[in-house]
């Protein structure tokens, strides 16, 4: 029981993370043509980036998600 709600957690955030990754994608580039403020914050870009580049090299390399792995393993799914 609290593994279901562990993994759940761990869904979620991953959920968020995807969320964060495509809408960023989509609205960086809109926000510049329409002067958006908060697309020039150095710090959301990096993050950004960095998780774009992680994505990359895991599909790349044919690496399972750490956070697939973690869900799985807290629900017994192997």
């Excluded at 993050?47 to 992680?54: K, L, Q, S, T």
């Amino acid at each position: 029981m609290v593994n279901k709600l562990i993994a759940d957690i761990v869904l979620i955030f991953h959920f968020a993370i995807v969320i964060f990754i495509t809408f960023s994608f989509v609205l960086i580039p809109i926000g510049y043509k329409f002067y958006w403020v908060w697309v020039k914050n150095l710090k959301l870009r990096i993050c950004h980036c960095g998780m774009m580049i992680f994505v990359t090299l895991e599909t790349l390399l044919g690496i399972t998600c750490p956070l697939t792995s973690i869900e799985n393993s807290l629900r017994g799914v192997d």
